[in-house]
């Protein structure tokens, strides 16, 4: 009787893996996925045309995307800025996001929809190397926060988008008070949007 039980027992057991094995196969083949590469600060540059001392130009966003057919998707979102001011490399307004969000608008031509998530940013830089000196890198401006993401993409031809996304960011970010003798660093609520909108390519993989 006990082996009956037992080798009952060992059946349900590979046979239920099995079922599981299938239903999570099936769950794999149905996700999808896609990466865009652009530019993340189109309205930063406009500024800097006026305004000479803006050394900050040509931000680059990565952005990697995993969702189901049911359009749901998790989001990883990478943007920076990189530029050159003697002696040092800057990456400035570094920021990573994973968003968790949902195709709201599906046609044929173009999709809209929305995520949130939490984002980390900061400033980070290298100062240019000097003869008997180690250099570091530095980084400072730190931020933690929610992001808030709208995008539109608009079909260019088979699996490559336009992909338009609006960023509204809102956190707890380090400051210096630079109006007094000895800089004070603070922490605070702010609104991060130096890269409020990004332009991409988006490419279906």
């Not at 989001?75 to 920021?95: A, D, E, V």
């Not at 990573?96 to 998530?117: A, C, D, M, P, R």
């Not at 992001?147 to 338009?164: P, Q």
């Amino acid at each position: 009787m006990n082996r009956i039980i037992y080798l009952s027992s060992v059946i349900l057991f590979f046979l239920n893996f099995k079922i599981y094995s299938q239903e999570n196969k099936s769950q794999i083949n149905n996700l999808s996925h896609s990466i865009s590469f652009g530019w993340s600060n189109p309205i930063t540059l406009i500024r800097s045309i006026t305004d000479p001392n803006q050394q900050e130009k040509i931000g680059i966003l990565i952005d990697y995307q995993l969702y189901d057919i049911e359009g749901e998707f998790y989001r990883f979102h990478l943007k920076f800025s990189p530029f050159y001011s003697k002696p040092t490399f800057n990456f400035r307004n570094f920021l990573i996001s994973v968003q968790k969000g949902k195709k709201i608008l599906q046609k044929e031509n173009f999709n809209f929809g929305h995520g949130l998530g939490p984002y980390f940013r900061c400033n980070i830089f290298r100062g240019q190397q000097a003869s008997g000196t180690q250099v570091f890198w530095s980084s400072d401006y730190y931020g933690l926060g929610m992001e808030y993401a709208m995008f539109f993409d608009y079909k260019i031809k088979e699996n490559l988008y336009l992909n338009l996304i609006l960023n509204l960011n809102i956190g707890i970010h380090q400051y210096y008070d630079a109006s007094i003798v000895n800089s004070q660093e603070y922490w605070g609520l702010r609104i991060a949007n130096q890269q409020l909108i990004s332009i991409a390519l988006k490419k279906q993989l």
